[in-house]
């Protein structure tokens, strides 16, 4: 059996978003999830949840926070629970979920998760706070975004419609901010430095290392 990772219900409106799923690992092994995260609220961390083995003994729901640290993501066990998921039981304290011989699953489970669900990608975006490169007729919304890319030589994203790039008329704002306004991006939320991805219009499905575009250039 392949490891699966299954995204259940995304919720929130606004600056919240609240996104749930399910867990099944090689062997079998069950685990359900939620995270969440509110991009205007003053502590700049998300919520997260992983219950395991509802209705046996030892079975329980580990709560956490995830923040960011040098680049990448962490996380702290907290006591204050988040979500109810469904293979969960009693809510553990952050003591008790330390001392479960369970926790290096429960890790275990969310980076797998934090890899695979596309929502944990665009809230891991928000956390680190990361930034693109938008034209300006993809920052005022008047077109679609049709092709993305995440450069190879300082990280930046960029993010272009129909309109050939121009510098002059360039924005930066953050990548999760784009998301909002179209979903569809976390299909590509996950290209590597150097990596890009095309589409036709913004219902076509995004096509991954398109070939150079003649004149492409920085935004």
């Not at 939620?34 to 083995?53: K, N, P, Q």
């Not at 969960?88 to 695979?116: C, I, K």
């Not at 929502?119 to 680190?128: C, E, F, N, S, Y």
Request: hydrophobic content about 35%.
């Amino acid at each position: 059996m392949h490891l699966k990772v299954i995204e259940g219900r995304l919720t929130g409106t606004g600056p919240e978003r609240r996104a749930s799923g399910e867990f099944v690992g090689p062997q079998g092994e069950l685990a359900s999830y939620a995270f969440g995260w509110t991009t205007d609220s003053d502590d700049h961390v998300a919520r997260l949840t992983v219950g395991i083995g509802a209705g046996n003994p030892g079975g329980g729901s580990f709560h956490a926070v995830i923040f960011d640290k040098d680049g990448s993501y962490a996380c702290s066990l907290v006591d204050e629970p988040f979500e109810r998921v469904p293979e969960g039981g009693p809510d553990l304290t952050a003591a008790e979920a330390r001392a479960h011989q369970d926790l290096p699953f429960v890790w275990w489970v969310v980076d797998r998760v934090m890899e695979r669900d596309r929502r944990a990608r665009w809230m891991k975006h928000w956390l680190l706070s990361t930034n693109s490169i938008q034209t300006g007729e993809v920052f005022t919304r008047s077109e679609p975004i049709l092709y993305v890319s995440h450069d190879a030589d300082d990280g930046l994203w960029q993010l272009i419609g129909a309109t050939d790039a121009d510098p002059a008329k360039a924005r930066l704002s953050h990548l999760h901010h784009a998301v909002e306004h179209d979903p569809t991006l976390l299909d590509v939320l996950d290209l590597e430095p150097g990596e890009s991805a095309y589409r036709a219009g913004p219902h076509e499905p995004w096509t991954s290392e398109p070939p150079p575009r003649p004149g492409d250039h920085k935004a």
